[in-house]
């Protein structure tokens, strides 16, 4: 199975921009997808940015679109999550995640591997 480790989190102001990585390690040649969702306290998971792993369609929730760029290495296995104009209503603990299996990107059961999960902190 994949393992997938985050990274790039932290804190920054409103109106900056940070990038987040995530190195999946293990069983990657068959992945079907990968992305990140984020979840804030007291609220579910959400889908934030998926992609098909071998290229092709991604998915943006509309809240992100044109603010967030998702990106795939794919001979690195590493898949990145390219965040501007951030408000602090984009503060979460973002999630990497990934499935072998072909399902819908935008539904949050579609993944069964996780990441341990990175926060990012947006101040005003």
């Known amino acids: 199975q994949v393992q997938l480790v985050e990274s790039g989190g932290g804190l920054v102001q409103a109106g900056g921009s940070l990038s987040l990585s995530c190195a999946a390690s293990?069983?990657?040649?068959?992945?079907?997808?990968m992305g990140w969702l984020r979840q804030t306290p007291g609220k579910e998971r959400d889908v934030v940015a998926t992609?098909?792993?071998?290229?092709?369609?991604?998915y943006y929730a509309d809240s992100v679109k044109g603010q967030f760029t998702i990106s795939r290495d794919n001979a690195n296995n590493t898949v990145y999550l390219h965040m501007n104009s951030l408000k602090p209503e984009d503060t979460a603990v973002y999630y990497c995640?990934?499935?072998?299996?072909?399902?819908?990107?935008?539904?949050?059961?579609?993944?069964?591997?996780w990441g341990q999960g990175i926060q990012v902190t947006v101040s005003s």
């Open positions: 995640a990934a499935t072998y299996y072909l399902s819908p990107l935008k539904r949050i059961n579609s993944y069964a591997y």
């Open positions: 293990g069983r990657t040649f068959n992945l079907y997808a």
């Open positions: 992609s098909i792993w071998s290229g092709g369609s991604t």
